[in-house]
């Protein structure tokens, strides 16, 4: 996110807009990809309260939180773009707030992949894991991406 420290993210966090809603998509390819038609939105507020119940040395991924909301919400997939904005409004607002932290190091992209969009970057990130007893790997020559090893292992299950 650009200009973090010129945003209100808890201000963010509180504006549910119109959400939670439903809403039917009709892009075949869409529907295809995600398995079905009905398509769920929560609001930023309850991205950051699942993340706030992962306990100390668990981990979570944002697709778990998105397939948790889809289930509870009687629909086919939670939107992506949404998710992964939303996740990043939860992290970049707990580092603005003095008191009720989030844990947000502990939720994960896909594969167990650490999330270079939350405060810090990757090394703010991976050392919070690590301090959780987590080890990190680095992938890629180029493109170097890091991953939580055997982040399975650590799941917490919503």
């Given amino acids: 996110m650009a200009n973090e420290k ?28 995600y398995g079905g038609s009905k398509m769920y939105f929560a609001p930023p507020k309850a991205y950051d309260n699942v993340m706030k119940a ?44 003095r008191d009720d932290k989030t844990p ?4 994960l992209k896909a594969n167990g992949e ?7 970057g990757i090394d703010a990130q991976k050392e919070k894991l690590e301090a959780e007893g987590h080890t990190i790997i680095k992938r890629g020559r180029t493109n170097i991406r890091y991953y ?5 292992d650590s799941l917490y299950i919503l």
């Fill in 114 to 120: 650490l999330n270079p969009k939350y405060p810090g």
């Fill in 104 to 107: 947000y190091w502990r939720t």
């Fill in 6 to 33: 010129h945003k209100d993210f808890n201000a963010m966090l509180l504006n549910s807009k119109d959400m939670p809603k439903t809403q039917i998509i009709a892009d075949q390819k869409s529907i295809e990809k």
């Fill in 148 to 152: 939580v090893l055997n982040f399975m």
């Fill in 54 to 97: 992962v306990p100390y040395g668990k981990v979570l991924t944002t697709g778990q939180i998105r397939e948790y909301f889809a289930a509870g919400n009687n629909s086919d997939f939670t939107d992506p773009i949404t998710a992964g904005i939303f996740v990043s409004i939860a992290a970049w607002a707990s580092e603005q707030r």
